[in-house]
């Protein structure tokens, strides 16, 4: 059973664009919601989390919307830039975190010059 | 402090031999969690420790696998009688506290032939 659900898969903007990518989750009981950037050949970094309280979080041009009652999150990237070609995880943990991180399968998202 | 520093970033091993595998983690966290990463997927949980106690194992942590974490410090992970299906990115990471930031080493590849 895949508890996050990430799409699309792959995605290609240009440069100057809005990048958005979608997650959907299952277990309500997941309480903390990260967002992960891999470069190849890397371990996943932090890009942004939030929290089901709020509905939104914004850190320089990353922002993530919240939509607890439809089990969605969504990660956009403002005035995209080749450097932020790399592939993005969405992730989810439950209260406590022992069970660690429940991640999505990622996007590859390619930002042509 | 380095951040995550996992040894050695690649192994490749026959089909049958052990390969044990180590994680520094930031020194001042308390917990400890290893994942594998497998092609074009994201990163799966194996196990989490909180000190030096294993308190978590994944249903995908077989018989065959084995981590420690003597002493609340560094962890290995040993496989033994590697398959080709152990072949992926194995990635540790480490937290102080829940629901923080996860930082992750860079990964070990095996490749098990």
């Known amino acids: 059973q895949q508890q996050v659900k990430q799409s699309p898969q792959s995605l290609i903007v240009q440069k100057g664009g809005i990048s958005i990518i979608n997650c959907a989750y299952e277990?309500?009981?997941?309480?903390?919601f990260p967002w992960y950037q891999q470069f190849p050949g890397k371990g996943p970094a932090l890009l942004i989390a939030i929290r089901p309280d709020v509905s939104e979080k914004k850190e320089g041009r990353f922002t993530i919307s919240f939509n607890k009652s439809a089990k969605q999150f969504s990660l956009h990237i403002m005035d995209s830039q080749p450097g932020d070609s790399a592939t993005y995880f969405c992730?989810?943990?439950?209260?406590?975190?022992?069970?660690?991180?429940?991640f999505g399968k990622g996007t590859h998202l390619i930002i042509q010059p | 402090d380095t951040g995550v520093s996992q040894d050695p970033r690649h192994k490749i091993t026959k089909r049958g031999q052990n390969v044990t595998f180590r994680c520094d983690p930031i020194s001042e966290h308390n917990r400890l969690y290893w994942y594998r990463q497998t092609l074009g997927q994201g990163p799966e949980f194996l196990t989490y420790?909180?000190?030096?106690?294993?308190?978590?194992k994944s249903r995908l942590l077989s018989d065959r696998f084995s981590a420690e974490r003597p002493k609340g410090s560094f962890s290995t992970l040993e496989i033994q009688r590697t398959e080709q299906g152990d072949s992926a990115m194995y990635l540790c990471?480490?937290?102080?506290?829940?629901?923080?930031?996860?930082?992750f080493g860079q990964g070990t590849r095996l490749t098990v032939v």
């Open positions: 992730a989810a943990s439950r209260r406590g975190g022992a069970d660690g991180l429940t």
């Open positions: 990471a480490s937290q102080q506290g829940t629901g923080t930031e996860a930082f």
């Open positions: 277990n309500t009981a997941f309480d903390y």
């Open positions: 420790f909180q000190n030096e106690a294993q308190l978590e």
